[in-house]
């Protein structure tokens, strides 16, 4: 009704103007029956009030459904015969609904097709770089041992890529288990082991329980390896240490991933976890790509857990993935 009464807005002030203007006309003329004139007013408002009723009854749907356009597109094609122009007006609707369905569907299938084409693509680089490991890692010589370091690099680029492709479905490439969170942990360690010897830092892990976590263990070790790339990265000073705290707080279980490295200034924290933000410390550090941390929050949030941050600039940070309810804690038996 609102919206039915500003459209007639300047209808009735033309009317109103209009009858103004005439009863001006008859009053210069000379007539004074005033009567009359109130009596035709009334009359000529009165066709006017029909007009308005008959026009808002014919079009009530229509406005109703543009003063709520989530109803509207919830009922869409679904609107009650109307007035010529907001017939038209349904019909282009539908068309251009149409179009836009058909371009959303287009657009969906070359994503798609994007999506397929980067996961074969990385797979087929996978080949190349395993054999290159495979040709270096048993020499000794510097060449060799900066060539293996390189197709480290390339190998976390590779799965940076493959797991960005498919976090948009996410829903279908991931499998909940009980993993043991100590196990895991040092697992994702000895992974990183000539990381670790490159940069000649130290993982230190202490788990004051053993805990059995429910999550995907795929996502999650890619989740833990981000992390710990980013701790020994930005750990500049030699045999600095990360320290893995496992424990329990109530019931939840928390992982703790502390580093001595040169922190994140104050004025960077709220922007960590956004998509390509390098911060200060990108600009000291070329390898920065501002998307581990915006991954890692990503990832955490599909399969149910919480990423905490804290740091200080020269004094480290300590990233804390909180995982809720825990499957079993138990002091184990030396």
């Not at 609102?2 to 103007?17: D, G, K, S, T």
């Not at 857990?305 to 309810?325: D, M, P, Q």
């Amino acid at each position: 009704m609102r919206l039915f009464m500003r459209e007639q807005r300047p209808l009735i002030a033309v009317y109103a103007l209009q009858l103004i203007v005439i009863t001006l006309v008859y009053w210069l003329d000379g007539y004074r029956h005033w009567t009359i004139s109130l009596y035709a007013a009334l009359l000529s408002t009165c066709l006017l009030a029909a007009y308005l009723v008959f026009r808002y009854v014919t079009n009530r749907s229509f406005y109703r459904r543009l003063e709520d356009p989530r109803a509207a597109i919830r009922g869409f094609g679904e609107a009650e015969p109307g007035s010529p122009l907001s017939d038209s007006l349904q019909q282009l609707l539908k068309t251009q609904h149409r179009y836009y369905l058909a371009e959303i569907s287009e657009q969906q299938s070359k994503i798609e097709g994007h999506r397929h084409f980067i996961n074969q693509w990385v797979h087929q680089m996978k080949t190349p770089l395993s054999v290159i490991h495979l040709m270096v890692q048993n020499d000794d010589d510097p060449k060799a041992v900066a060539i293996g370091d390189e197709v480290d690099r390339l190998r976390k680029g590779l799965e940076m890529v493959l797991y960005t492709a498919r976090l948009d479905t996410f829903e279908h490439d991931f499998l909940v288990e009980t993993l043991d969170l100590e196990q895991l942990v040092r697992s994702v360690v000895s992974a990183q082991k000539r990381l670790f010897i490159r940069r000649k830092v130290f993982p230190v892990i202490e788990m004051e329980k053993t805990l059995t976590i429910a999550s995907d263990e795929k996502w999650l070790s890619f989740v833990l390896t981000q992390i710990v790339t980013n701790a020994v990265r930005y750990t500049t000073e030699e045999n600095g240490k990360i320290r893995f705290r496992g424990f329990a707080r109530g019931r939840e279980a928390v992982l703790e991933i502390a580093d001595e490295g040169v922190g994140i200034p104050e004025s960077d924290l709220p922007r960590v976890f956004d998509a390509y933000f390098t911060g200060e410390n990108g600009r000291s550090f070329q390898e920065s790509t501002g998307m581990g941390l915006y991954l890692v929050k990503q990832v955490c949030g599909k399969l149910g857990h919480r990423v905490e941050l804290e740091s200080r600039a020269g004094r480290g940070t300590t990233v804390r993935i909180v995982f809720f309810g825990i499957v079993q804690s138990y002091n184990p038996v030396r």
